[in-house]
């Protein structure tokens, strides 16, 4: 059988949820600028900046795998488009299409310091990309027809919740009222959905092992939107470190359940994982940068270190998965 036999078969199965990849990327890249920041890793002396140079070399090859993935999947729909309609209508599968206006924002994030000429396209052309998912798949949600509540998990955060990340690049950029609109959207959603699915968790049968790793999206809404408070007020008040230390305890809580996740079959849920982790490692070098104790600093680090473990370690098994055709298999 010729490889494009095989190829044109697998690519009805090509899921919405490998842009969760980017996310992951993305988060890395912002982390690394961050940290680079933070640590002043700056060799003047040689002219040499690795803030920007590191930043932008990886932001770049993060747009390199967007690109890749957008044009799969773009050949999807226009190949196999009940395939894409299927997904569209499907419960869990759906929230994962807001995933591609999140990478274009994470995108956006991670060239603005090195290149505000990327950085504002990518940011308009996500933000109102993102609105639009957002008022469709609520409005899926409103008049739905066989949602149930063992459809839930953490991943539905990822289309209403995820517009607190538009004022992490919308402020900078000039757009102070539009980023208000947003994160206001995103807070109104965390509340609604953090209640539910802990109702979920704790009054209904678990989550399939498929879809554990994406307990760790829970850590993301306070971390992020702590990041874009921050950003919106100026300041670190009292608002700002609820969410920060929500976002902290969320994450020991993951951390604590690190036995259960060592023991899940690799799935491409596992990228789940990767942003939430930037997000706190973020949260967590931006405390110190407002003049926080030295130890967030190095919370920070030490989360970044993780995730970069993490994130090299996703790269290979992704690969390895594609290589053996672990991937895009109905079922996955």
Not at 36 to 54: K, N, Q, Y
Not at 276 to 292: H, K, T, V, Y
């Amino acid at each position: 059988m010729s490889q494009t036999a095989i190829d044109s078969r697998r690519l009805p199965n090509f899921p919405i949820s490998f842009f969760a990849v980017v996310m992951g990327l993305s988060g890395l890249t912002i982390a690394w600028e961050k940290a680079l920041h933070v640590f002043s890793l700056e060799l003047h002396g040689i002219g040499f900046d690795p803030t920007l140079s590191v930043g932008l070399w990886m932001a770049s090859a993060t747009g390199a795998v967007f690109s890749l993935l957008a044009l799969f999947y773009l050949a999807k729909l226009v190949v196999y488009p009940k395939a894409v309609l299927e997904e569209l209508r499907h419960p869990i599968k759906l929230n994962f299409f807001a995933a591609i206006s999140i990478s274009l924002l994470l995108l956006s994030i991670a060239f603005l310091p090195t290149d505000e000429a990327i950085s504002r396209p990518l940011w308009l052309v996500g933000a109102s990309l993102h609105l639009l998912f957002t008022l469709y798949v609520v409005s899926v949600w409103i008049h739905h027809e066989h949602f149930e509540v063992h459809h839930m998990n953490p991943a539905w955060f990822i289309p209403a919740v995820g517009n607190v990340l538009v004022p992490v690049a919308g402020v900078p950029l000039g757009f102070v009222d539009v980023s208000w609109f947003f994160f206001s959207i995103g807070m109104l959603f965390w509340g609604l959905l953090m209640t539910i699915i802990f109702y979920r968790l704790l009054f209904h049968t678990p989550i399939p092992e498929r879809f554990m790793p994406t307990l760790f999206i829970l850590i993301a809404p306070p971390a992020v939107g702590f990041i874009a408070y921050t950003r919106l007020v100026g300041e670190l008040d009292p608002m700002a470190m609820v969410l920060y230390f929500s976002a902290l305890f969320l994450t020991l809580l993951l951390f604590a359940q690190a036995r259960y996740f060592a023991r899940l079959k690799f799935f491409l849920s596992w990228w789940a994982y990767t942003f939430p982790l930037a997000a706190i490692s973020i949260a967590s070098m931006l405390m110190f940068e407002q003049g926080q104790s030295d130890v967030y600093r190095w919370i920070g680090a030490g989360l970044l270190s993780i995730l970069t473990l993490v994130v090299t370690f996703l790269l290979f098994r992704t690969l390895y998965a594609v290589i053996r055709h672990g991937i895009c298999v109905p079922g996955h």
